[in-house]
């Protein structure tokens, strides 16, 4: 599971055991930040209540929530 260092300081909320992000706007935000770094398209998912991002990555269908104000690929 890949964690990365950047902090996430935007609202989030809690589905399924997952800490998602709150608002559209921020999970797009942070898909862009994460598409320079990686180097791939990333777009977002609303699942439930919140937003998570995906992508794929070396030929595997990714997504990434939050855990700990870190953005981490969800098992």
Do not use: N
Not at 38 to 55: A, D, M, N, Q, R
Not at 63 to 71: A, E, N, Y
């Amino acid at each position: 599971m890949t964690i990365f260092a950047a902090p996430v300081f935007d609202a989030t909320v809690i589905y399924d055991g997952h800490e998602l992000f709150k608002g559209q706007g921020a999970a797009k935000g942070w898909a862009e930040k994460l598409a320079k770094e990686l180097e791939c398209e990333i777009g977002v998912e609303k699942i439930g209540t919140g937003w998570v991002l995906t992508g794929t990555v070396d030929g595997v269908a990714c997504k990434w929530s939050i855990v700990g104000q870190r953005l981490k690929r969800m098992g």
